[in-house]
């Protein structure tokens, strides 16, 4: 079964940058669709970017211009850059992959831990 572990959060100030890791294991990222969410204090989780099988990536709107994802293949991790980070980006952060065709996280609503992002004012 696919395995996948967020990786790199922490607390920094508002202006400043952080990348994010999502390793897996027993599939290969070249060849799938990752996605980033995450999770605000008190709030519902929501779609952050997508790098799709094809290359193609999405953002959401508030995250274009400072967010990149990215894909490492031969380390199997797909990256989330972060930078001008603003209070707004403070969320818990979770990574998603399609294999045979769901979302496993999405699908299954187990979401696990995450890595926590804290920007300060």
């Known amino acids: 079964q696919v395995q996948l572990v967020e990786s790199g959060g922490g607390l920094v100030q508002a202006g400043g940058s952080l990348t994010l890791s999502c390793a897996a294991s027993?599939?290969?990222?070249?060849?799938?669709?990752i996605a980033w969410w995450r999770q605000p204090p008190g709030k519902q989780r929501e779609w952050v970017a997508t790098?799709?099988?094809?290359?193609?990536?999405n953002y959401e709107d508030s995250v274009k211009g400072r967010f990149t994802i990215s894909r490492d293949s031969p380390k199997n991790t797909v990256y989330l850059q972060m930078n001008s980070l603003e209070p707004e980006d403070t969320a818990v952060y979770y990574c998603?992959?399609?294999?045979?065709?769901?979302?496993?996280?999405?699908?299954?609503?187990?979401w696990g831990q995450g890595t926590q992002v804290t920007v300060s004012s």
């Open positions: 027993r599939i290969t990222f070249s060849s799938t669709t």
């Open positions: 998603d992959v399609i294999s045979g065709g769901r979302w496993i996280r999405g699908a299954s609503g187990a």
């Open positions: 790098i799709h099988s094809s290359g193609t990536i």
